[in-house]
């Protein structure tokens, strides 16, 4: 054989070598990447709410009678002390001994009613001065650096809380005052139901006032008809004060303390701001879609924004409240699909979590220990540093030491 032609024959082998050697040589893992960030941390309780008026005020018939047809529609604005609805006593029911001692009755308890409201709002009176006097001096600390500005905030809210009660005081007095002119003005109708001229207007109408501003939420009675002593004839209330009530699973409850911070949206108009104001300290069982029974327990919310962003949102409205349980700032952060267990349930001193770092275009296994996760975030204590890169969603032909090569880089959320 010439030796020209062995020389094609060793060239042709050593290219299909060659060929054959790239051919079945193992290829870099495509995978996605992202990188060790600084920020903020947060974790938050999120579920559906729904809207519900602080204070409803439900106006009912103060005596049996005839009552005439309300003119108030659902939506109309009314002022404390304007005419609500009117009636006409029937004969002679008011004018028996034991309705008259019934109303006796209703008029000391009150009177008993305003002197406990009175007692009440000079409660909150004092509770307001000293929450005034403790701000006031914890800014005069603040001021020279020996507390926090957390303090002087929270003791800023405590005196905006107290304002806050006294306003909800003064407003159950003169919900007593009214109560107890309703009751002396039944008395009176009934100590001269024979003389029809003598009630209310003159006309021989009793008149029934409505005991706080606010706008008619439902009128229960429009027809004129003869109802029963303490017959419902219309709901009053101010859409202006609205809080947010969620039925939180009692697992999620706990973390959501009173004075949280909230998150409320998904109504229809702008985000809201929100506090956690009480958690109801019994819970209930509810069903779930899929007929699960679970324990939940109403969460309070009010809103903290003025009425004015509110907009048009009005009362039963469903919305979304997202409750911050937790906050922490400037602490290194990584996608939560990049973090999984240790295989084999390893513990080790660098935590008992791991990630696929990647180094010099190989993943490498990094043991981290967590600080906390939440449903898009992981607070990474220790492990890693900021600016390194891991993969995110690692396929099972990842390994520790496999050749990576990243196609593509995660955007934070």
């Known amino acids: 054989m010439p030796a020209r032609r062995k020389l094609h024959i060793a060239g042709a082998a050593a290219a ?93 308890a009150a009177e008993a009613q305003v002197r406990r409201a009175q007692a009440a709002l000079d409660a909150a009176d004092i509770a307001l001065l000293r929450a005034r006097h403790d701000a006031e001096r914890t800014a005069q600390l603040a001021r020279s650096g020996f507390v926090s500005p957390s303090r002087l905030e929270s003791e800023q809210l405590a005196a905006r809380a107290a304002q806050k009660e006294k306003e909800s005081a003064l407003a159950q007095r003169q919900i007593a005052v009214h109560e107890v002119e309703q009751a002396r003005a039944a008395l009176e109708a009934s100590a001269n139901a024979a003389n029809p001229a003598k009630h209310g207007d003159g006309a021989g109408n009793f008149l029934v006032r409505a005991p706080v501003d606010g706008q008619v939420l439902r009128v229960a009675q429009t027809s004129e008809a003869v109802v029963p002593l303490g017959a419902p004839l219309l709901e009053l209330g101010d859409p202006r004060k609205m809080k947010v009530v969620a039925e939180l699973l009692t697992a999620d409850a706990l ?150 090569e990243v196609r593509g880089v995660a955007r934070p959320l």
């Open 16 to 108: 299909l070598a060659a060929a054959l050697a790239w051919a079945f040589a193992p290829r870099p893992i495509p995978v996605e990447a992202a990188t060790v960030t600084v920020g903020r941390f947060e974790t938050a309780v999120e579920d559906d709410g729904k809207t519900r008026l602080r204070d409803r005020y439900l106006v009912s018939a103060p005596l049996a009678g005839l009552v005439n047809r309300i003119v108030l529609r659902e939506g109309d604005r009314v002022a404390a002390g304007a005419v609500a609805a009117s009636m006409r006593p029937t004969y002679p029911p008011l004018l028996d001994a034991r309705t008259r001692r019934e109303l006796l009755a209703r008029l000391n």
């Open 255 to 404: 973390p959501a303390r009173p004075g949280s911070p909230v998150r409320i949206d998904r109504w229809g108009g702008p985000v809201l701001r929100g506090r956690v104001r009480r958690v109801e300290p019994a819970a209930f069982t509810k069903i779930s879609a899929l007929g699960v029974e679970e324990q939940r327990v109403n969460v309070l919310i009010d809103i903290i924004d003025p009425p004015a962003q509110t907009g048009a949102l009005g009362v039963g409205y469903r919305v979304n409240v997202r409750i911050l349980t937790f906050r922490a700032d400037k602490v290194r952060k990584v996608p939560v699909s990049a973090v999984f267990p240790l295989p084999g349930g390893q513990v080790t001193p660098a935590g008992d979590m791991a990630v696929y770092a990647v180094r010099d275009g190989r993943a490498r296994l990094t043991p981290v220990r967590l600080g906390g996760r939440n449903e898009s975030e992981a607070w990474v204590q220790a492990g890693l540093s900021e600016g390194a890169r891991v993969i995110v969603y690692p396929s099972t032909d990842v390994r520790d030491g496999a050749s990576v």
